[in-house]
């Protein structure tokens, strides 16, 4: 079954980027996932269909209305639950979410689909938030001009999860971020660039030392730019072996 994703949004033509490009495209394309749009602006009643207003109180810009998101959302919910999703949830894209990491985007990956809801303007009326919304996330302490990017950014983390989307599984678990590790560096052809030579142990074809030195640069990368992730994998546990590739790495860092 595919995983059922339904887009609240202003603008549903952003999400062809999403949809037809890259690995997200074949995605869509093998039907690992299904991606339909809702537009606010079909659930208004009046000649303009209005889907904003100045706010409450004064004050610059303009707030999206709560009906027409209600009754778009209402729609999707309908038609998720025709396809036996009961009580999806739905999400509001908003930089006053909680932080999009790997862990939230694996823990939504389980479920058997999602409705994201994409704000423009100085946000979306308080009440439909307080009513329809199960779960708020952001993409990073930084504002954007609209939900739809956020929207896709946590779609495209989502389905590189779901199985099928990567011809070898195997890449996720080594991505960034699993097992709170950043990647190892990666290296092709030419074997000598501008002077520069790919690491002996990668032309070796002893698979047990590239995996030694693959999980030694994970570490030390992580040690190095993110101390932060590093202290969450030790609290996580690290094996005799990590703790000793990570030692070497720091005593061959200081030598440098
Ligand atoms: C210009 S922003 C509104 C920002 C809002 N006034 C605030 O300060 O919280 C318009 C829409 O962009 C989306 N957005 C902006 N930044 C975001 C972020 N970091 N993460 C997720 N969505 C974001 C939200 O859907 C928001 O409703």
Not at 42 to 49: E, I, K, L, V
Not at 116 to 140: A, F, H, T, W
């Amino acid at each position: 079954m595919s995983f059922e994703l339904d887009v609240i949004t202003l603008f549903p033509g952003m999400f062809d980027a999403l949809a037809q490009y890259g690995i997200t495209g074949k995605a869509n394309r093998n039907n690992i996932f299904q991606l339909s749009t809702w537009n606010p602006r079909d659930f208004t009643s009046d000649n303009y269909r209005t889907i904003d207003d100045s706010p409450y109180g004064g004050g610059p810009g303009m707030v999206m209305l709560p009906q027409p998101l209600d009754e778009a959302i209402c729609a999707a919910k309908k038609k998720q639950a025709g396809l036996g999703i009961n009580r999806a949830q739905v999400i509001y894209l908003t930089p006053q979410g909680k932080r999009l990491d790997q862990e939230l985007a694996t823990r939504l990956s389980k479920l058997p689909g999602l409705i994201l809801l994409c704000g423009r303007y100085e946000g979306i009326d308080e009440r439909l938030i307080k009513n329809q919304v199960n779960m708020e996330i952001s993409i990073g302490d930084y504002v954007i001009s609209g939900g739809e990017l956020a929207a896709m950014v946590l779609i495209d983390t989502i389905v590189r999860l779901l199985p099928g989307t990567l011809g070898d599984p195997q890449s996720a678990n080594q991505d960034s971020f699993s097992c709170h590790l950043l990647d190892f560096p990666h290296f092709t052809r030419p074997e000598v660039y501008k002077g520069d030579n790919v690491p002996k142990v990668l032309m070796s074809g002893n698979h047990a030392e590239i995996k030694r030195w693959r999980l030694q640069q994970a570490l030390g990368r992580t040690w190095l730019r993110r101390p932060d992730l590093l202290a969450a994998k030790i609290a996580s546990g690290m094996t005799k072996e990590e703790e000793k590739l990570l030692e070497e790495f720091k005593q061959s860092n200081k030598q440098n």
